[in-house]
């Protein structure tokens, strides 16, 4: 039970109750039958590497439930392009699955251990996030374990019980189960769409001295929607490990550093991508940026397309500084606002002897990413687990006035979105956990609406 309360993030421990470790859906049908009557609190848990306390219970006396042991990846259909896969299958093991038949999933840069559902349900971000969006845009089906124990299924397998190919064109009632945070309902099933895997790639690197001129560079070369994925970091995070505490940049060195992974079905597809990424950096120069084209080496760049990987997915290469802890303001915001929110945050950092490890990427259509500060947390000593913290929270708040939204929130990040929303919508939000979870035993207290 000990290796159940605590996570990498600075939420602090508690012992579960008891740990579930069902195999088969039955199994959790019974758990969660039995939880409701008992009005025991229920926690699904795959890997626990959420890094915000996700799977740390609120309550006493709680159940986590591992989904480890269900681990099958009951089906991948090479031909119409997608896979059926239980909560315990790691992003590795697909991989090594997908790999062999020419296909792919998001990767995150996270462990290659973690789940690739809860990854799904929990609006993950992978490596082909510029080109297809969300892991959550991926889902194609749903098998679910509500609160109260019932099974149900969510979309085509919903109307024939082998047809897992879409959620569509049925009423979308998957969104009653992604970005809950496990607080609806136990997936036991999730059906993800598999693109194939492009035979050729080619990955094209810059440098800047500001992210203004980042942010121009990437707005225009994402309009011509080329790359799977474009990423900036901030020096400080391309630093492995993360400098903790603070470290000075030196001088010379460029702030912000870029990659676009291109994939193309043919070899002039990647001449023309190449040719869309030389023409935005001789537009971006004529403008008078500082954007350099910059020499990426090889094995960085094979860590950008051998995902999941143990290169940039480990977590030692973040937080080894700091002795292991780690967490974020991890969040999706408008790219026009991640100026002002990095500026902001560069200060709170450095105020806080903290590096400003900071990642933008572009998502697939409108100009929104991905904003996040990977913040190492040295969870030897309480005064440095509160300063990293405080950090956190702090960057939070300047970051919801400019109209960003955090993902995966820990619960001190709920409080504030949800005493800074609508009305409206906090009142659906309770309707609805109240209609699915009348007895309120689902990961309790973590969406913090009342
Ligand atoms: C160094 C590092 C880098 C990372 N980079 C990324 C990244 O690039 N992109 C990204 O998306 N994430 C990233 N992450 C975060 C993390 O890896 C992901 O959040 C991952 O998806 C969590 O998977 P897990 O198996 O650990 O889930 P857990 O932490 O076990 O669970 C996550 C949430 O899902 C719920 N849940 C779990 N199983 C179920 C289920 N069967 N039904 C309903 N709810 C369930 C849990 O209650 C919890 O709220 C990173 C993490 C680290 C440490």
């Not at 199994?27 to 039958?33: C, D």
């Not at 023409?279 to 094995?299: H, I």
């Not at 209609?435 to 689902?442: A, H, K, R, V």
């Amino acid at each position: 039970m000990y290796a159940y309360s605590y996570d990498m993030s600075f939420v602090k421990n508690r012992l579960p109750g008891y740990v579930a470790m069902p195999k088969t859906v039955e199994e959790v049908q019974q758990i969660m039958k039995m939880a409701n009557r008992t009005k025991t609190p229920v926690i699904p848990y795959t890997a626990g590497s959420n890094i915000g306390g996700l799977c740390i219970p609120e309550k006493d006396g709680s159940i986590v439930m591992d989904m480890k042991r269900m681990n099958k990846i009951i089906r991948i259909d090479e031909e119409s392009r997608f896979a059926v896969v239980e909560p315990g299958v790691s992003h590795a093991e697909l991989a090594e699955e997908l790999y062999k038949r020419g296909l792919r999933f998001g990767w995150p840069v996270g462990p290659p251990s973690a789940s690739v559902l809860s990854c799904a349900i929990c609006h993950g971000i992978g490596g082909i996030t510029g080109r297809y969006g969300l892991n959550s845009e991926q889902i194609t089906s749903m098998e679910v374990v509500l609160p109260t124990g019932e099974l149900t299924r969510v979309g085509s397998c919903a109307i024939q019980k082998d047809a897992w190919h879409s959620l569509l064109p049925l009423p979308l009632v998957g969104g009653l189960f992604t970005g809950w945070l496990g607080t609806t309902g136990v997936v036991t099933k999730l059906g993800i769409f598999t693109p194939a895997v492009p035979p050729h790639v080619e990955i094209v690197t810059t440098a800047t001295d500001d992210l203004q001129d980042m942010y121009k560079y990437m707005l225009e070369f994402s309009r011509y929607e080329a790359a799977d994925d474009l990423t900036a970091v901030s020096w400080w995070l391309s630093q492995v490990p993360i400098p903790y505490p603070y470290k000075e940049k030196p001088k010379d060195a460029p702030e912000w550093n870029s990659y676009a992974v291109l994939y193309a079905y043919t070899e002039k597809e990647l001449e023309a991508k190449v040719e869309m990424f030389e023409r935005t950096v001789k537009n971006q120069q004529k403008n008078g940026s500082s954007l350099q084209v910059t020499q990426y080496p090889e094995e960085a760049k094979r860590a950008r397309t051998e995902l999941p990987s143990q290169i940039v997915g480990s977590t030692k290469n973040y937080s080894k500084q700091a002795g292991g802890g780690i967490s974020w303001p991890g969040t999706f915001t408008p790219a026009n606002k991640w100026v002002p929110v990095w500026e902001k945050w560069r200060e709170i950092y450095k105020k806080r002897n903290l590096s400003p490890s900071v990642r933008v990427t572009m998502y697939r259509g409108t100009h929104y990413g991905m904003l996040r500060a990977m913040t190492p947390i040295n969870k030897q000593y309480p005064d440095q687990v509160e300063n990293s913290r405080m950090a956190i929270v702090e960057a939070l708040k300047v970051l919801l006035d400019e109209g960003g939204i955090p993902y995966k929130p820990p619960v001190d990040f709920a409080k504030e979105i949800y005493s800074r929303a609508d009305p409206g919508y906090v009142d659906l939000i309770k309707k609805v956990k109240d209609f699915l979870d009348p007895n309120e035993i689902m990961n309790p207290g973590k969406l913090w609406i009342r």
